[in-house]
């Protein structure tokens, strides 16, 4: 396992987690501030994707363009792409969902599904079955070599245009009229609509600004990739659905650490042999020991009552987090007489138990050390780390921002 | 009361439609019976021939040349006789886009349809799933393209194109021959990839080659993770099983991720054009190599007649396998004609005999269904070795 090979499983991950970032953002805007998912969001990737790629040879660049001409064809193309997904991605909205704002939550969620079938079927129709293919003269390709691995200059385009726009986008939502309409219509639609916020405006806003990053980013997928195909949005939309729950649904800063994680794990998981992946376990072993030792003692310690506030008390505690087994485990079963305590007890059993199976995970991958798992696993371990983190934190890695939603 | 009449009329309306429909399926099946029970004087009889293949999808082009191939086949062979009966020969064209969970439904709309035989499927994935219900039906089926090795024997399915447990050693014997000491071997998880690929794997691990398996699943487009595997293992060459889809992006990865001198192999599944365009260009696909089955154009019995024909026809040439759905068609009517009769159980019995003249030369069908070299044919090659040189492919 050279370095070599680390940083390249390093650097696709990056960018396909990038990639499935543009994505995730438009579902988990959808959902901030709709609480419902737009299946149709990975359609509405893969038209943004074939429109760009239309324009493009429409305008008729090919080798011979000089590169300033070549960079405005670009720039016209992304726009037209740009303006176009927008526009579909509000007419979805007008079309399939406002009129059953307020119906059961069902309901809108099949009409998604409606619209993303249609969608696939609009776009055979229009462009056909086949993949449609980039012709190689547009394709920008020009390499990098960086540690002695080299990588294509769009790798880094993607990376720093997709960092650009959510930085942008979290200054739209933060500081900006439109952001904070957005923000309130999250939190509460009907108060908001009686404050003065015309939340139907706001929700088509929400509705192209996802729309219009999706376009970007079928753009980037259709250059980096040289082709698209009908189902590919299905996919696509399918993996960064996953990252946006990942990392918390709802929550933006969630849905890029989310699509960061899964593009990491899907390379690192069928790269690394089982020894390097062990040092993720240890890793986390050592945060989950730093927060069963330390930091949660601490504030517990905080929630003691003045009046019973003394050191043994204060020891006892802590006791029952720094050494679980004799202590929370005769706190846990002794009849409930504190309620701190045995709540604590309780708590630091859970957190031991997390710790103890940390633990012996990378015991097993160090004992294997020499296997890999085939890359036929690769989406499998993407669903276990999936349903890993949910399990220890069902709201996503970051969580559900329920009081700041968007 | 007005919605309880609408009902009862609703319900006779269907138990009518129901009827109908019975009586016209029992209509079907007994005409053909009293035709050909009555003997004596000459009379014509239609029979129905179905194309199981993929027009739609990722493998339309190889679905393509073996509709094209196969209504050749029907306009030389329409209105043949046997005894004093003319038989006039009706295709039903049916697409499963190259999807195994689509195939099964299409087998059955062929069956419903009254169908004598079945040419296909196009993929092996397809063949697999399609066959139980075939052979619940009675139905003879013959695929020019479907090579999974597994797929022989069963008891109604042949194929005029040549095996992968052959080819699969093909190759592998091509990669001892150009002295390759390190093989990755990439599938798409598909039944005709997978069953390949393991043939190669098997025959280069006895000729002491180091092999490692990769799999990417078909429809990606990221191969990114596997590329970097294929990299740190730095073998001589790479060997993608699948179709020519996810084989063009794969090496175009491999090409861009700065793998230089790595030579590219593959099945036929690979050996389409339309790879050049897939990978981005010819520079990233030159030198790749692939196999297919059969014997060689240049030494069949009616190629040049055969490619006059299909590009009069078409417009372009024969695609991968367009001969071989040819002979498909022809294997049935010979069959016909040997037993005189078009019951698919009697078609079956024949295939197991007949010896076929076809555009591939003289062929027939083993024990087991796999396709056979007879007479004049039966030196020739049964593996045609190809290479890409400037965005076409040439063969060795």
């Not at chain 1, 998604?112 to 079938?117: D, K, P």
């Not at chain 2, 056979?372 to 063969?395: F, H, N, P, Q």
């Amino acid at each position: 396992m050279t370095f070599e090979h680390i940083f390249r499983l390093t650097m696709s991950g990056l960018t396909v987690g990038m990639v499935y970032a543009l994505i995730a953002l438009g579902y988990t805007m959808v959902y901030g501030v709709l609480e419902f998912i737009n299946f149709a969001h990975g359609e509405v990737f893969t038209i943004g994707g074939y429109i760009a790629i239309t324009t493009l040879v429409w305008l008729g660049v090919d080798d011979g363009t000089p590169i300033g001409t070549k960079v405005g064809y670009f720039i016209i193309a992304l726009s037209v792409s740009i303006v176009l997904t927008a526009l579909l991605g509000w007419l979805i909205e007008r079309i399939a969902y406002r009129p059953l704002r307020g119906a059961s939550r069902i309901i809108p969620l099949l009409s998604a599904i409606g619209v993303s079938i249609f969608l696939q079927n609009a776009i055979i129709l229009v462009w056909g079955p086949e993949a449609i293919v980039v012709p190689t003269s547009i394709i920008p390709d020009q390499f990098v070599t960086v540690f002695g691995v080299q990588i294509r200059l769009l790798a880094f385009v993607i990376i720093g245009s997709s960092v650009v726009l959510m930085a942008i986008l979290t200054y739209i939502i933060k500081s900006t009229r439109i952001g904070k309409a957005m923000r309130a219509t999250s939190q509460d639609m009907e108060a908001a609509e009686m404050m003065g916020i015309e939340t139907n405006k706001t929700i088509a806003f929400t509705f192209i600004v996802g729309s219009s990053l999706a376009a970007i980013g079928g753009f980037l997928v259709a250059m980096y990739y040289g082709s698209l195909k009908f189902d590919t949005g299905f996919l696509y939309g399918l993996k960064a659905f996953t990252a946006a729950v990942l990392g918390g649904i709802g929550n933006i800063p969630g849905a890029v650490v989310g699509s960061l994680l899964l593009g990491l794990v899907e390379n690192y998981g069928v790269g690394l042999k089982l020894g390097g992946l062990a040092w993720f376990f240890v890793v986390g072993l050592m945060l989950g020991l730093y927060v069963q030792m330390i930091r949660v003692p601490a504030r517990r310690k905080k929630h003691i009552r003045d009046e019973v506030r003394t050191p043994e008390y204060e020891a006892q505690v802590v006791n029952v987090y720094r050494f679980p087994i004799p202590y929370a485990l005769q706190t846990a079963l002794a009849p409930r007489t504190d309620a701190l305590l045995s709540v604590s007890a309780r708590h630091a059993l859970r957190l031991f138990a997390g710790n103890v199976f940390l633990a012996s995970m990378a015991v097993l991958f160090f004992l294997n050390r020499d296997f890999q798992f085939a890359t036929m696993w690769q989406h499998a371990i993407s669903f276990a780390v999936l349903v890993l983190v949910l399990m220890f934190r069902p709201a996503g890695i970051l969580g559900e921002h329920i009081e700041e939603k968007v | 009361m007005q919605s309880t009449r609408i009902r009862r009329i609703l319900a006779v309306l269907l138990a009518v439609a129901m009827l109908a429909a019975m009586s016209s399926l029992v209509g079907c099946g007994s005409s053909d019976d009293s035709e050909s029970s009555d003997g004596g004087e000459a009379k014509t009889e239609t029979i129905k021939i179905g194309i199981h293949t993929s027009l739609t999808g990722g493998l339309a082009d190889y679905g393509f040349a073996a509709q094209k191939g196969i209504e050749l086949a029907q306009s030389e062979l329409d209105g043949f006789e046997v005894g004093n009966t003319t038989y006039k020969i009706e295709l039903s064209l049916k697409d499963d886009k190259g999807e195994p969970a689509e195939s099964p439904v299409v087998a059955q709309q062929l069956i419903d349809e009254g169908v004598v035989a079945v040419i296909g499927c196009l993929t092996s994935g397809s063949t697999n799933a399609a066959q139980p219900i075939y052979e619940q039906a009675g139905i003879p089926m013959i695929s020019g393209s479907a090579t999974r090795a597994d797929l022989v024997p069963r008891t109604n399915f042949f194929r005029t194109c040549v095996g992968d447990n052959i080819q699969g050693k093909a190759l592998a014997d091509w990669c001892v021959e150009l002295g390759f000491m390190k093989v990755a071997i990439m599938d798409d998880r598909g039944d005709y990839a997978v069953g390949l690929a393991d043939v190669i794997e098997e025959n280069l691990t006895a000729a002491g080659v180091e092999v490692s398996r990769e799999s990417g699943q078909e429809g990606d487009t990221d191969f990114s993770a596997q590329v970097a595997n294929i990299q740190n293992f730095g073998p001589d060459a790479v060997i993608f099983t699948g179709y020519h889809r996810e084989a063009g992006l794969l090496f175009k990865q491999c090409r861009e991720a700065g793998m230089t001198g790595v030579q590219f192999m593959g099945g036929d599944g690979i050996k389409s054009d339309e790879i050049v365009e897939e990978a981005g260009g010819a520079a990233n696909v030159d030198g790749t190599l692939a196999t297919i089955g059969g014997i060689p154009q240049d030494k069949m019995a009616g190629w040049d007649a055969f490619k006059t024909a299909f590009v009069a026809d078409a417009g372009k040439d024969p695609g991968p396998y367009a001969e071989t759905n040819h002979d498909a068609l022809v294997a049935i009517v010979d069959a016909i004609k040997m037993g005189e009769s078009a019951d698919p159980a009697d078609i079956i019995e024949n295939l197991k005999k007949v010896e076929v003249m076809g555009v591939i030369g003289t062929f027939g069908f083993d024990e087991n269904g796999e396709f056979k070299a007879m007479g004049d044919s039966a030196g020739l090659a049964t593996i045609v070795r190809y290479k890409l040189e400037g965005g076409a492919w040439v063969a060795q």
